[in-house]
């Protein structure tokens, strides 16, 4: 008797929940409140109803199961869910209005699609015919200190950079640059 109770209360506890998910999807402004929405309530739903169904059969095999799906979806659903918003994010999905914050917004780089942290970044850039900085040493392009040449890639290999290097039309320069000096980096190589 008990047990069907508690059976019954985890099934309706995990309809309510898979109910409040589906209700998310389409009362939710936008993907990233979707996805927040849908992924706690979705697994939280099909937790009670996999552990009701374990209750009720009372088989090993069946309770074994249940507990493996259970720790798959509870291990994989945060990836995926990670997964999803990142790629919403680098396409360019549009955030609600009621949105107040986007902190991603000054740490994303779209060019090359990556999350830029306090560590230097590697950068690449390749030097086109009427670059401003064809024709000029090394010593005179003005880098800022959280910028540092580490190779230069030439047709015949690789240069090593030093002061007197004089760049080239069609150099590839991969430049170790701290994130808050980038703007400044690129303007330098790309004007």
Do not use: W
């Not at 099934?11 to 939710?28: K, N, P």
């Amino acid at each position: 008797m008990i047990l069907e109770l508690v059976e019954g209360a985890l099934l309706v506890i995990g309809c309510i929940f898979m109910l409040l998910a589906a209700v998310g999807i389409l009362r939710m402004p936008d993907l990233f409140t979707r996805l927040q929405v849908t992924s706690k309530a979705s697994v939280f739903g099909m937790m009670c109803i996999l552990l009701a169904s374990a209750l009720h059969f009372d088989d090993p095999a069946v309770t074994t199961r249940a507990i493996v799906i259970i720790a798959f979806v509870v291990l994989t659903m945060p990836v995926a869910t990670h997964l999803l918003a990142r790629a919403g994010y680098t396409t360019s999905a549009p955030l609600s209005p009621e949105t107040v914050v986007n902190e991603l917004a000054e740490h994303y780089d779209p060019t090359t699609h990556t999350l830029a942290g306090a560590e230097p970044r590697t950068r690449t850039f390749e030097l086109l015919p009427g670059a401003a900085v064809v024709g000029k040493r090394i010593a005179e392009l003005g880098l800022p200190e959280g910028a540092l040449i580490r190779a230069i890639h030439r047709e015949g290999g690789t240069v090593v950079p030093r002061g007197q290097t004089i760049l080239e039309v069609g150099d590839r320069l991969e430049v170790l640059v701290e994130p808050s000096e980038l703007g400044r980096v690129r303007e330098i190589f790309q004007a």
